[in-house]
């Protein structure tokens, strides 16, 4: 019978912890995939990273998130008296003048906790940072396993919750597509280059928030007989084929606001007009 010491290097058992301890089972094999099994994680923690980077920016910049007609994702409904950007725009000026920092912060945590939470979002950073595990049939670093049970990750539990707060959130942003087809005298009858930005970011924005799996547990969860509520099950269904893309359109949406908000900025910063369609 061959010991650890009588297998080839890659199919030694290593010598740390995780799958590898002392009361787990007994796999010598570190892994069997022979393709490169590193690269997603890789790219997803790049990709998290470069929104993480971009967002926390653009969130604290507090300047040129207003370029009439068109409010910044990251800073609607603004709820600060300190929108100076945004006179004779949407500003809602809920909290007063006592909120000094940028208004952004006061709306972004909704949207972030609702993406953070997300079930493809948890994968993703449980993935691509945490290395739990790092990938499909491959051994995880950790010594122990508490699942999401323990704080912070219970507070994953909140999903549900995030998902009502996102539902308003995204009528905001319907909102302000809707304020895009006005001019920069706010004036109706006006598409720019901004309007479609806006439009497809919306289309996108919806069709994540709705094919969340705690919104097609909502719509058919706990039904006993789909026949007795033949809306819910065509409802149910339309959300289903949305779930099954839900990776996908979170990433596309995920990029489609950093976009929408890039936008705004390069036209409030005066980096070039926004080109008028009709």
């Known amino acids: 019978m061959a010991t650890g010491t009588d297998l080839p290097p890659s199919h030694r058992p290593p010598r740390a ?22 690269l997603s994680p890789a790219g997803t923690a790049a990709g998290l990273l470069a929104f993480i980077a971009y967002s926390t920016w653009r969130a604290f910049a507090n300047a040129d998130y207003y370029a009439a007609p068109y409010v910044s994702p990251f800073y609607s409904p603004c709820l600060a008296e300190n929108c100076k950007e945004m006179r004779g725009g949407p500003n809602l000026d809920v909290f007063g003048s006592w909120w000094g920092l940028s208004p952004a912060l006061l709306i972004l945590i909704f949207p972030l906790g609702f993406r953070l939470t997300c079930y493809y979002y948890r994968k993703a950073y449980y993935r691509g940072f945490w290395a739990s595990p790092p990938a499909c049939a491959v051994a995880e670093p950790h010594t122990a396993y ?11 539990n909140l999903h549900r919750y995030f998902f009502y707060a996102a539902l308003p959130v995204a009528g905001i ?9 006005r001019n920069d005298r706010y004036e109706w009858g006006h598409m720019g280059l901004g309007t479609l930005v806006f439009l497809v970011n919306i289309v996108l924005i919806w069709a994540y928030t709705l094919s969340c799996h705690s919104c097609r547990h909502i719509i058919g969860g706990r039904l006993k007989h789909f026949s007795e509520h033949p809306v819910r099950y065509r409802l149910w269904g339309w959300v289903s084929r949305l779930n099954a893309r839900h990776m996908q359109l979170a990433w596309a949406s995920l990029i489609s606001v950093a976009l929408c908000d890039l936008y705004v900025y390069l036209v409030a910063s005066g980096a070039f007009t926004d080109p008028r369609i009709f």
Request: charged share 20%; glycine share 10%.
């Open 17 to 38: 912890g995780g799958v590898h301890g002392p009361s787990r089972a007994a796999i010598a094999a570190r892994h069997l995939r022979t393709d490169r099994w590193w």
């Open 173 to 181: 942003l319907t909102y302000d597509t809707v304020l895009a087809f």
């Open 146 to 156: 508490t699942g999401e049970t323990r704080f912070p990750l219970v507070l994953q």
